[in-house]
């Protein structure tokens, strides 16, 4: 049964491979042909050991591997607020903003969200004291967020008690989240948090720079950027053996367009103490992505650095921040080695669409809106704008480390 699992599916060679992986990772009691074991040793002379990836062709029935897609900062300024509330009822309905991004999320298995926004209740308020409804955060989840970090500027925007309901809403409504916490018993319990998919277990931790000279009330904590703290915080995440350790880092100089000499240190520190992805927030305009290839512990790795994501769901109009893109990535884990790759970097731009009379906002992905003139009737300054978010966005991206290109879900 061994050999029809392990032949199913793959090429002679990858078979070979895959035995030979398997009894070095796995010995097992049964006697193998003398013929059989030197034609085997001969066709893998030679082959790395890692086999999480061979040829770019990852083998079927060796690998498993999850989907993750990460966006940038999703905040409430009362434009936002108010376009999403009913006259007549007084609810809230989000939706309609997020309605052309299922094709981007249905496929994907853990998908991070920066939340930008305190849940303090009412009255809700905007800049520079964010407090969102409620309803906010049920909508991210049920569009397929299935994890907010929450660790940003903005997060004691509404003191002890927005830092406290806002947690408090999150386990309501069941979202896996990290970066602020009501005491330090429930940051030991909780923290480092760990995410387990299709048998792949991630470590997501998630800092901030400051929260705006506002300082949490004790007993609450926040997550700040402490090169000292985070390397103890890896190294409690190292512990609990996850496949590969990602950090949410809430960074930057707002409104630049390339990563700062800080973020650049920071970056540097992180992937020498055994973090494999960064992703990045707080700048409100798109940064690039690169692959680093750093050494951890002796060994030569790569780590992927995403600097800014962007805006997720803003109402900042100026160039530059009026969108911002996904990025996507897997994690494949090879059964055998226990060796994990990250392949088919790509990202996904869109752009945050604001329509007058009625004010509503819509996040229209580039791929899908591009060549669309149906859909929205879109003014002369609003058609200019757009095209110039994506003219801007391509170019800015196309200078990668790593040949990362633009990802179509729908092709």
């Not at 707002?254 to 927030?281: H, W």
């Not at 992905?365 to 978010?389: A, G």
Request: charged fraction near 20%; hydrophobic fraction near 40%.
């Amino acid at each position: 049964m061994l050999f029809v699992n392990l032949f199913k599916s793959m090429k002679i060679k990858q078979f070979f491979l895959n035995l030979k992986a398997y009894l070095k990772a796995k010995p097992i009691f049964f006697v193998v042909p003398l013929p059989l074991l030197y034609f085997t040793l001969f066709l893998t002379r030679g082959v790395s050991d890692d086999l999480a990836v061979t040829d770019n062709n990852p083998v079927n029935d060796s690998i498993k591997i999850i989907h993750v897609i990460a966006t940038g900062d999703a905040m409430s300024h009362m434009p936002l607020v108010q376009s999403s509330q009913d006259s007549v009822s007084g609810r809230f309905n989000f939706y309609p903003s997020f309605e052309y991004l299922a094709p981007i999320l249905n496929n994907e298995d853990l998908k991070i969200v920066n939340f930008e926004t305190t849940l303090a209740g009412p009255p809700y308020s905007g800049y520079p004291q964010f407090c969102a409804p409620d309803t906010l955060a049920y909508t991210l989840k049920n569009i397929g967020f299935n994890f907010f970090v929450n660790a940003n500027n903005h997060s004691v925007d509404k003191s002890s008690k927005g830092i406290n309901r806002t947690i408090d809403v999150f386990n309501k409504y069941g979202i896996q989240h990290t970066g602020t916490f009501r005491n330090e018993a429930e940051r030991k319990k909780d923290y480092p948090a760990f995410v387990t998919l299709n048998g792949i277990k991630v470590s997501i931790l998630n800092y901030t720079y400051g929260t705006n000279s506002l300082i949490a009330p004790k007993p609450t904590i926040i997550n700040y950027i402490d090169t000292n703290s985070i390397k103890a915080d890896l190294a409690a995440a190292r512990n609990g053996n996850p496949d590969m350790i990602l950090v949410c880092l809430h960074w930057g100089n707002e409104y630049q367009r390339e990563p700062c000499i800080e973020q650049k240190m920071i970056a540097d520190v992180l992937f020498r103490n055994g973090t494999d992805v960064i992703v990045g927030s707080h700048p409100h305009v798109i940064q690039p992505i690169e692959v680093k290839n750093f050494k951890y512990k002796g060994r030569n790795k790569k780590g992927l650095v995403i600097w800014s994501l962007g805006n997720f769901f803003a109402n900042q109009r100026k160039q530059y921040r009026d969108g911002g893109m996904f990025v996507k990535f897997d994690i494949a884990k090879n059964i055998y080695t226990g060796e994990c790759t990250l392949l088919n970097i790509g990202y996904i731009p869109f752009w945050v669409y604001k329509t007058l009379n009625p004010v509503k906002f819509y996040v229209l992905p580039i791929y899908r809106f591009e060549n669309d003139s149906l859909t929205f009737k879109m003014n002369v300054q609003d058609k200019q704008d757009f095209h110039t978010f994506i003219t801007d966005t391509r170019k800015h991206l196309s200078r990668d480390t790593a040949n990362i290109k633009e990802f179509f879900p729908e092709k």
